[in-house]
């Protein structure tokens, strides 16, 4: 335990002055103990007394290139050392460039890009062109979602991070995606889970009246929510059930695009192409803040004549367009979309199934490319999560204790609820993801002990 003390006892002025004048997200600000990072190269990053840790979470699942990619860095600075800053209203070759690129890159006729500073004003900004596009009021999205933290974005989110921003925003009507481990449909095949989540969609559709509805959104895989993969058929049926209703498909790859799911975009892996994708996270692996929507010829032409009534001083940062274009070209150089296909077929994929036939507690195992999750349960007849939905405290103990363990043994893992999942950066070796695989099959004994079934 020498280790946990290291790491989380005060060992410096960063320490002490982040305590004292830092509020983080998402946090009680009384209990927080930060890690004080002092670096990080690829796959790794270390604390400032020196312990290393295998990155399982790339950060929030953003880091797509990993830490420190020397050409990104020097893309970075090399803009920096030009021009670091333009208004929105210009244009510019690296502002170009990114666009350029990100729309070759993009599905169907998804060829222009707004650019903004994160996800979640993508996913405002989605939802305002939606909007306008159709004349219709209300947005659709599941409740497992995450679409970010900003006054609209919270709204769409289902999850329970919306419970205490629930202030009042109109028009958003949550329902029930598919999730076939878990079926709310009764189903027990996959294909009846797609049937009958779609028809749910329809029923809702229908009782709050089509014509009402500008936009569905929905994250192409759910990310924190669980790597909930859509059965085959759902998103084909969802881009169907939206031309027939005229209802924009908002595709939020803010955490499954760029490579996450082993496809540039994530809704390549089922052929479907929306009306809108918002993007984040991986598009430069967050070297500097950026996020956008790209934007289908019919949308943007919406905005020919009229005006756009949004817009970000930092919309298309040029620091940030130079980072997406660096990255882009590091991710064609470099194989990055099939190395991280690869590392889920042919090494997360089978090292995770072997898992499962050793831990009664790994309930059901689930994910492609480096986008995996381990849903850990007490007993698997009855799927009772290892700990219970949203839990927090002592109910959240047992997966406390999972982190606390991986923490000890150099692995800095991502956890939510009742699972535990795999996402290092997608061009992690071989060799380091089975590295941290074998750390969470020790840790496992852990939930093994709790596991009563
Ligand atoms: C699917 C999805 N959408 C939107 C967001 C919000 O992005 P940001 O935190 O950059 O605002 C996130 C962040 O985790 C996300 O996972």
């Known amino acids: 335990m020498a280790a946990m003390t290291a790491v989380d006892a005060p060992v410096s002025a960063t320490y002490a002055n982040d305590r004292k004048h830092v509020f983080h997200s998402w946090s009680s600000q009384g209990t927080l103990k930060p890690m004080v990072i002092a670096g990080g190269e690829g796959s790794w990053f270390w604390t400032e007394d020196g312990k290393r840790y295998l990155d399982f979470s790339s950060q929030l699942v953003n880091i797509n290139i990993g830490h420190q990619h020397p050409k990104l860095v020097a893309a970075i600075q090399e803009q920096a050392g030009k021009l670091c800053t333009i208004a ?246 470099e194989g990055i979309i099939e190395h991280a296909r690869m590392l889920g077929t042919d090494v997360i994929a089978p090292a995770l199934a072997k898992l499962q036939e050793k831990h009664p507690s790994i309930g059901d195992v689930r994910g492609l490319g480096v986008f995996w999750a381990l849903e850990l349960v007490r007993n698997r007849e009855t799927r009772e999560p290892l700990v219970p939905f949203n839990a927090t405290g002592a109910d959240a103990a047992p997966m406390a204790e999972l982190i606390a363990a991986c923490k000890e043994r150099g692995l800095y893992p991502f956890t939510h609820f009742n699972r535990m999942h795999v996402v290092p950066p997608c061009n992690t070796p071989v060799d380091e993801v089975l590295q941290g695989i074998e750390i969470i099959d020790e840790v496992l004994d852990l939930a093994d002990a709790r596991y009563t079934g």
């Open 88 to 333: 929105p209203g210009h244009a510019h070759e690296m502002r170009s460039e990114a666009a350029r690129l990100i729309a070759e890159l993009a599905p169907g006729d998804l060829d222009m890009v707004f650019f903004t500073n994160a996800g979640a004003d993508a996913t405002d900004n989605a939802i305002r062109m939606a909007r306008l596009h159709t004349g219709r009021h209300k947005v659709m999205a599941t409740y497992r979602s995450y679409h970010g933290a900003s006054g609209g974005s919270i709204a769409v989110t289902g999850d329970p991070r919306r419970w205490p921003n629930e202030t009042g925003v109109s028009g958003v009507v949550h329902f029930t995606g598919p999730y076939p481990y878990r079926s709310a449909f009764y189903a027990d095949s996959e294909a009846q889970e797609t049937e009958r989540a779609l028809a749910h969609l329809r029923h809702t559709i229908m009782v709050e009246g089509p014509s009402t509805i500008a936009c569905i959104i929905l994250e192409t895989v759910v990310g924190t929510n669980g790597i909930l993969i859509p059965p085959p058929g759902y998103l084909q049926g969802v881009r169907e059930i939206c031309d027939e209703f005229g209802i924009v498909y908002i595709a939020d790859e803010v955490m499954a695009g760029f490579g996450r799911c082993g496809e540039w975009f994530a809704v390549d892996h089922w052929d479907v192409t929306p009306d809108l994708i918002t993007f984040a996270k991986g598009s430069n692996s967050g070297y500097v803040p950026i996020g956008g929507v790209i934007i289908s010829q019919r949308i943007a032409d919406s905005f020919k004549e009229r005006q756009f009534p949004g817009g970000l001083t930092y919309s298309g940062h040029i620091l940030g367009c130079a980072s997406v274009v660096a990255s882009i070209g590091i991710f064609k150089e």
